[in-house]
């Protein structure tokens, strides 16, 4: 069982950075592909990065490439999605989640976090 809770979200501007943190319970944190989705009023829920259990291999959306990265720290249980150069179309609930050896591309978490808003205003 793992458990997953997202900080860090919030109001910027168009232009501005922001970084939300996801930080997780259990003992084999490691062991876990993890992942960043968001979605938007009205649109579909979309995967914006990953990274491999292994850290070796990551995923990024088209729409954010270059602007995204990101990162995870196995002795604090915690990923991290940093975001810069944030746009408007942006703005959207972000979801922090897991799954056991996942592939990055593929990702098909069994575990989810509650989500945080996170609004770019122009």
């Known amino acids: 069982q793992v458990q997953l809770v997202e900080s860090g979200g919030g109001l910027v501007q168009a232009g501005g950075s922001l970084r939300v943190s996801c930080a997780a319970s259990?003992?084999?944190?490691?062991?876990?592909?993890m992942g960043w989705f968001r979605q938007a009023p009205g649109k579909e829920r979309e995967l914006v990065a990953a990274m491999s259990w292994t850290g070796s291999s990551t995923y990024y959306a088209d729409s954010v490439k270059g602007r995204f990265t990101i990162s995870r720290d196995n002795a604090k249980n915690t990923v991290y999605l940093q975001m810069n150069s944030l746009k408007p179309e942006d703005t959207a609930t972000y979801y922090c989640a897991a799954e056991y050896r996942g592939l990055v591309a593929t990702l098909e978490p069994r575990y989810w976090g509650q989500g945080t808003q996170v609004t770019v205003s122009s």
């Open positions: 259990g003992r084999t944190f490691s062991k876990y592909t």
